[in-house]
């Protein structure tokens, strides 16, 4: 039966072991791969992969990959054999902390991809792995394999949250105008504002009634809303007419006084009738009793200088 302890000691190994297969963060140089199968733009394309995807490790560093071939950094650096020695100097000359070397090579319709991880301070290989692209033309899966194996699997980022959908807007834009403009407007016997002016109902169908001073009232006109568009209510106000004054009448018009119900003892036109009549009675006196020469007095006064009640020297003559 297993005991407690060796189930400690098991869990402890394969840590160790999860440990050991993962390269530690640190600055990472990686080689240009090498291939005598494929041309350069393969092989180019594969080192931006490669930097690409160890970019994304935390904790990890990228130091500039040598523009010079391998080959003359290992005369440089007096390496017989591309073997773990010679990565610990090359690692060593650049300043980084682990190496990475990639060998591509065809293998009938794909590519055989073979990466080895050497740590420059322990001098020693962390992890070999050898895999293979099913096609040419992409060796990327490959790549990030061999990746995964060296370094452990790629963290996950993890889906950026999604804002909190906004609530939907179930209101609909209505512009409305008048002419002339400045009307005001009510929806419903509510005052929404004055003319031109734009608001967000939901659709449907309202009543508008719209006013302007000096023109007349629209009322309960219809608006219908709908959430096709456009929505537009415009409204034409006619100005109300003017009543033309009359002229003021003339005082004394017998015709307008007595179509008033004035009494005709209080119009002007009684009295100047009552004045005449009263000079023309007088006068006609006065010419009757001329005639008579030796006619006394009349008792009545008369009027013009041949009166003979106060001319004596006329009454001479008459006789």
């Known amino acids: 039966m297993p005991t407690r302890r060796s189930f400690i ?80 100097r090359i690692g060593k000359k650049y300043g980084a902390d682990q190496v990475v070397y990639t060998e591509l090579a065809s293998a009938g319709d794909g590519v055989a991809v073979k990466l080895r991880l050497v740590d420059v301070v ?21 790549l990030a394999d061999a990746l995964a194996a060296a370094f452990g699997a790629l963290p996950v980022d993890k889906p950026p949250k999604k804002p909190p959908e906004k609530p939907k807007d179930d209101k609909f834009p209505v512009d409305f105008s008048s002419s002339p403009a400045g009307a005001s407007v009510l929806l419903n016997g509510v005052k929404i504002g004055v003319v031109p002016l734009s608001v967000r109902l939901k659709p449907g169908k309202y009543k508008a009634t719209v006013s302007l001073e000096g ?27 003017k009543v033309p004054e009359l002229p003021k009448e003339q005082p004394g018009d017998p015709d307008e006084l007595a179509a008033s119900g004035s009494p005709f003892y209080k119009t002007w036109w009684f009295w100047t009738a009552i004045g005449v009549a009263v000079v023309g009675t007088t006068v006609g006196l006065a010419v009757g009793l001329s005639g008579d020469d030796e006619a006394p007095a009349s008792g009545v006064f008369q009027f013009g200088f041949g009166n003979p009640d106060i001319d004596p020297a006329v009454r001479g003559v008459q006789r």
């Open 215 to 241: 023109h007349e009232t629209i009322t309960d006109r219809e608006v219908v809303v709908t959430a096709a568009g456009p929505n537009m209510a415009s409204f034409d106000l006619a100005p109300i007419a």
């Open 9 to 88: 000691l098991v869990a402890l190994a394969v840590a160790l072991a999860t440990a050991a297969s993962a390269a530690p963060p640190g600055k990472v140089l990686v080689l240009k791969p090498q291939s005598d199968s494929l041309g350069e733009p393969e092989k180019a394309a594969a080192l931006t992969h490669l930097r690409g995807t160890l970019a994304k490790y935390p904790g990890t560093t990228l130091v500039d990959t040598p523009k010079t071939d391998l080959l003359d950094d290992m005369m440089e650096l007096e390496c017989t054999d591309v073997d773990e020695d010679c990565f610990v």
């Open 122 to 142: 322990a001098k020693t290989t962390l992890k070999s792995h050898d895999g293979t692209a099913k096609v040419k033309s992409d060796i990327s899966p490959a």
